[in-house]
């Protein structure tokens, strides 16, 4: 995933990212929504 956001993003002043790994949540039965917007120049 680096080397693929590395070629997009300015390397030397990238923007926050944050990526997360969930393997379950709580309960079977909960649901999880993300929203992300992307901006492109």
Do not use: K
Request: hydrophobic share 50%; charged share 30%.
């Amino acid at each position: 995933m680096r080397i693929a956001r590395d070629e997009c993003v300015d390397t030397e002043r990238p923007p926050a990212s944050t990526a997360v790994q969930v393997a379950a949540l709580v309960r079977p039965d909960l649901l999880l929504e993300v929203e992300a917007f992307a901006v492109v120049d």
